[in-house]
Every structure is written in structure tokens, then in C-alpha cells.
């Protein structure tokens, strides 16, 4: 019998900054084909915990493991079957989109005819074809998260982890990247990201987990942890925040 591993798993990630506790000790396990919301409000630890998820910023303790490979231990097959947009998308952004496309597969050893014929129809699908000539410095936030997703595509992750994805986009755009990711997922691949949007978790995600002040508050499946409420009920109840008395900035009225 073989043993189902988790798509992500992590186990007491904690990172530190200076004095401030980024992420405080974060166990999450992604089950092979969810399709898994991260939320969480600004500064909550997303983006320190899904970089240290992925192996790109080395963790004060704590593992990850993907598809039951150790990033930090594996990170060659742990990487293999990665595909990650990281937040800002820190690209290589001189060059144009198919060039962008090409550097990526070519560095992960990929035949450079299926590297030609996938970026082609990634750029084609993702609207990005016209965009030819033009330098990735110069694409829209929206042209850049969608060549960032294009290189995470580019090839065949199972498990794929994007932070933000859906920043700065357009709805056009994002209902591209929606109908992509619903598509991914919907072939069995394992998709992560995170947000502070909750329309789009609640119409995403089958699994969400709250994010606040570097630790995990509530995590389950959209119901559990919706239990019969909204979703943004329960993550003001989760992160608090103070209400206005409608007293304050009166000097805004005319
Ligand atoms: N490189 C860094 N140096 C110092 N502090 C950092 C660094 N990266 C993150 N932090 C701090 O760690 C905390 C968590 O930041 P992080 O970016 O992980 O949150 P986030 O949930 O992704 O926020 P946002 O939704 O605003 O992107 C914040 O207090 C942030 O200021």
C-alpha cells in the first residue's frame, strides 16, 4: 500500500526578524488535490511562511515537505514538483515574456522544443502574446503576476503556491487566472496561495487557513471553519481590529 503524502506539509515553521516574530511556529497539512486559501490580514506571516515553505527563505526551525520530499533536506525533488509565484514577482524582468519562459525551462534542464511549445501556448492563453517584444520591466502588475504564473506552469508542477496571485490584477485578468487555476486543480494538481480577499477564497478554496500574528487560527475545510457564517465574519472575529465610533475624522465632513 502506499502512503498518501500531504501536497505541503509544514511542522513548527518560525522565522524571526530583527525583534519581530514574523511567524511564530506554523504546522499546516495541504491535502494532495485541494485547492487551499492562505489567508490572513496584512503582516500576518503569509508571505514569510509560504517563502519558507517552498526553500526560499531558510527557516530559524521547523520543516517543510512537499508531496512528502523535504525542502530543505531534497530540495532538487522538492523543487521538481514546485511550481511558486513568489510575492512582488521577483523576475528576471529585462527580458520579454518568452524569453522570461525560456530561461526558466532551460534551467530546469527541460527540452527546449517543449519549452518553445508551452511558453507559446502560455502566452497564448494568458493573453500575454500580443505583449511580444515588450520587456517584463515594462508589462502592467497584472502582465507581471501573470508571467509569474506562467514560469510557476511551465513545467507541470503537482503542487502549486502562489502569494497574491490575484494583487493588482484586473477582472478580466483575474477571471483568466480563476479559470486556469479551477483547470489546474480540476487535473489533480494541488494548488496553495494567499490572500486577504475573501470573496475569492470563499469561491476558490476548498481548505482555508487563518493567518494572524504568525500562527495559524482557524483551519479546516470553507465549512469547517465558516461553520453556517460568512467567511469575513469569522476572520474579523479571528483578527479582531477596532470598529468605528464614527466620531473620528470628523474634520473629513464638510
Ligand atoms: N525581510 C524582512 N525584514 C524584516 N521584517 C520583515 C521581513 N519580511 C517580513 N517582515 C515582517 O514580518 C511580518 C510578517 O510579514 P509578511 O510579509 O510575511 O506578512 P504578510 O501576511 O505576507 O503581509 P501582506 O499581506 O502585507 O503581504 C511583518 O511584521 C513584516 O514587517
Redesign the pocket.
Known amino acids: 500500500m502506499t502512503v498518501e503524502h500531504p501536497a505541503l506539509a509544514l511542522r513548527g515553521l518560525a522565522k524571526r ?2 525583534g ?1 516574530i ?2 511564530a511556529g506554523v504546522d499546516l497539512d495541504v491535502p494532495a488535490g485541494s485547492f487551499y486559501g492562505l489567508l ?10 509560504l517563502s519558507m515553505a517552498v526553500g526560499l527563505l531558510r527557516p530559524d526551525a521547523g520543516s517543510a515537505w512537499v508531496l512528502g520530499h523535504d525542502v530543505w533536506q531534497d530540495p532538487v525533488t522538492a523543487k521538481r514538483l514546485l511550481g511558486v509565484m513568489p ?1 512582488g514577482v521577483r523576475l528576471f524582468d529585462r527580458l520579454t515574456g518568452a524569453e522570461l519562459l525560456a530561461y526558466n525551462g532551460l534551467l530546469r534542464g527541460m527540452d527546449p522544443a517543449v519549452v518553445d511549445q508551452r511558453a507559446a501556448e502560455l502566452l497564448d492563453v494568458l493573453a500575454l502574446g500580443d505583449a511580444g517584444r515588450t520587456l517584463v520591466v515594462d508589462y502592467s502588475a497584472g502582465m507581471k503576476k501573470k508571467i509569474g504564473l506562467a514560469c510557476a506552469l511551465l513545467h507541470g508542477p503537482r503542487v502549486l503556491v502562489l ?2 496571485p490575484f494583487e493588482a490584477v484586473d477582472p478580466v485578468s483575474a477571471a483568466l487566472i480563476r479559470d486556469i487555476l479551477t483547470r489546474y486543480a480540476a487535473g489533480g494538481g494541488t494548488v496553495v496561495f ?1 490572500s ?1 480577499v475573501m470573496e475569492v477564497v470563499e469561491r476558490l478554496c476548498s481548505h482555508v487557513a487563518i ?1 494572524a500574528g ?1 500562527t495559524i487560527k482557524r483551519v479546516g475545510t470553507i465549512d469547517e471553519v465558516r461553520g453556517g457564517r460568512s467567511l469575513e465574519q469569522v476572520f474579523v472575529e479571528v483578527v479582531g481590529g477596532r470598529t468605528a465610533t464614527g466620531e473620528e475624522l470628523s474634520w473629513l465632513s464638510q
Open positions: 526578524f530583527d519581530t514574523a511567524v490572513g490580514p496584512n503582516g500576518a506571516g503569509k508571505t514569510t511562511t510575492d502569494d497574491e494567499s486577504h493567518l504568525g
